[in-house]
């Protein structure tokens, strides 16, 4: 089966879709919007079309199969389905003054309504089909009640208020591939991007500086460090070489402090721990100069005021101070990230140099992800960005510790 040309037209509210296929005699076009079975044509010059009423502004896909088989099934060789839709349903309200429900939605940009619907005292539960849905989008909803004046009552927000993250159509993956003149063999290898897996959300300065709470001391020859992530250390860790790829790039793994296992051999930029892959390093290696095999330690701490508010002087801290400022976590991946939480990991038991905020107004002091306080988002798109406010604060007559040394942990899922 071979479609050879695809083009459409448009009309009003109606696409036509013209096909061309390879294939000889008869031949039966079965035809899909969305994934979903919408019909034959048959054809014996190898081309057919048919019309949709596709609505103005949303993302639809038109798929066709083509054979020569009479008895092909087309509903077991349906493609894969990612509809663009979701169905809402909840129970009615008891309330005798509710004259209608209100559907609004979140997509990041504040509440909108879209549609409502009259209540009806003999139905128990609504069921309603949300449509036209973007790819890689994360959407909210809330059901509202209102009375015949106009008047808003409670709202209930669907799924416990946990986005619900639209992926239309995968997209396909990327991959490198090389050549080998000795074998003549041809290898395919996944390429991942810069920003991936656990490097996806980053926290920054106003300006887009990387804040960065670790700091490295060594490196095998030929690798140099560039970054590493929190859940590192502080400790020491090792990284090690095994080889080069076809095309003499050096393979290297990394294996985390506290971590008895070390990642995946790889030439990529990213070595990921083998038992946590949120313990990752990015580095860069330069062919020729890194071992054939080898390892060597990396030993991680602890970096004070990086990208914050600066060390003060002893008189200072003699008065006390108090210093505020706004950084912001932004999501570097090509897809959305959800149930974004950030909080507070005290250095020592029982300090509290640091609060956090979402407005700098209301600061809150959470010192851990389950804490009630933890500041939370969530959703976060892709390239976009969330305000986090921090505030240290020095008692007046406070003693300097290294031992007090606050980090700010965040965590997410990916779609």
């Known amino acids: 089966m071979s479609i050879t040309s695809y083009s459409q037209s448009r009309m009003n509210g109606t ?35 048919r019309s949709f009423l596709l609505q103005a ?43 209608f429900y209100r559907i609004d939605e979140f997509t990041g940009h504040g509440w909108s309504p879209l549609f409502s619907i009259p209540s009806d005292p003999g139905k128990w539960e609504y069921r309603v089909v949300i449509t036209g849905l973007a790819d890689l ?23 416990g208020g946990n986005a619900d993250s639209v992926v239309r159509w995968p997209d396909a993956p990327d991959f490198s591939l090389s050549f080998d003149t000795g074998t003549t063999q041809v290898t395919f290898s996944p390429l991942v991007p810069a920003y991936a897996a656990a490097d996806a959300v980053h926290l920054e300065s106003g300006s887009g500086i990387d804040i960065a709470s670790m700091r490295w001391i060594g490196t095998l020859n030929g690798v140099s460090v560039l970054a590493v992530s929190m859940r590192n250390g502080p400790g020491t860790g090792i990284i090690s070489a095994a080889g080069t790829d076809g095309d003499g790039n050096p393979l290297l793994s990394w294996q985390a402090p506290g971590s008895s296992t070390a990642g995946r051999t790889t030439a990529d930029s990213m070595l990921v721990d083998g038992e946590d892959a949120s313990k990752f390093v990015l ?72 609060d956090v905020s979402l407005d700098g107004i209301t600061w809150v002091h959470p010192i851990a992800e389950d804490d009630a306080a933890v500041l939370s988002w969530p959703i976060i798109a892709s390239g976009a960005t969330a305000d986090v ?11 300097s510790s290294p031992r007090v040394l606050n980090h700010l942990e965040f965590r997410w899922d990916g779609v």
């Open 137 to 159: 989008t994360a959407y909210r909803w809330r059901v509202t009640v209102v009375d015949a004046y106009g008047n808003d009552g409670d709202s209930l927000e669907v799924n």
């Open 389 to 399: 406010y921090v505030r240290r604060t020095i008692a007046a007559g406070a003693a």
């Open 15 to 49: 696409t036509l879709v013209s096909v061309a296929s390879d294939l000889a005699g008869v031949v039966y076009f079965h035809w899909y919007v969305d994934g979903n079975y919408r019909g034959p044509t048959t054809s014996d010059d190898g081309t057919s079309s």
């Open 283 to 354: 580095v860069s290696s330069e062919a020729g100069y890194v071992p054939e095999f080898g390892s060597a330690f990396v030993h991680i701490t602890d970096s004070y005021d990086i990208g914050s508010f600066g060390d003060i002087t002893a008189a200072q801290a003699l008065a006390g101070n108090v210093a505020a400022g706004a950084l912001k976590l932004k999501n570097h991946s090509v897809l959305p990230v959800q149930n974004v939480k950030l909080w507070i990991a005290d250095g020592e038991s029982g300090s509290d140099a640091l």
């Open 57 to 99: 502004g949303q993302q639809n896909r038109v798929e066709v199969l083509d054979t020569t088989d009479p008895d092909f099934d087309p509903i077991a060789n349906e493609p894969e389905s990612y509809p663009g839709s979701r169905t809402i349903a909840f129970i009615r309200s008891v309330d005798p003054v509710v004259s």
